[in-house]
């Protein structure tokens, strides 16, 4: 009988070209467009790259982001976010569709 599943090894793959070559497409580049792409890192600075992309970004932008980042990330990032960086409605939106609870964006002085 054939089977139609297909092997984890080529999933695992298909992952890590995806999120470890590190690479950024062109359609998210606008929403980051103060950064040095060549220096971004889609690891060390994820919680910069989902605040910028569920602020800023398309379906298209929004859809790339949840295939790469887990929704742990997502919500912490939303959960705890960059002081004074959102904007609130956006931050809002994001928590009630992840359905946590928002966290502060007062910067401090």
């Known amino acids: 009988m054939y089977n139609c599943i297909m092997p984890i090894g080529f999933l695992t793959e298909l992952w890590y070209n995806r999120v470890m070559n590190n690479t950024i497409p062109d359609y998210i580049k606008p929403f ?26 398309t379906k298209e932008a929004t859809d790339w982001l ?10 912490e990032t939303i959960e705890v976010p960059f002081s004074g960086e959102w904007n609130k409605k956006s931050l809002y939106f994001w928590s009630f569709v992840f359905g946590v609870k928002a966290g502060s964006t007062v910067r401090k002085i």
Do not use: A, E, P
């Not at 980051?32 to 970004?57: A, C």
């Open 32 to 57: 980051l467009w103060s950064y040095d792409l060549t220096k971004i890192d889609l690891q060390k600075d994820k919680k910069r790259i989902i605040t910028n992309v569920l602020n800023y970004g």
């Open 66 to 75: 949840f295939s790469v980042y887990n929704k742990d990330d997502i919500t």
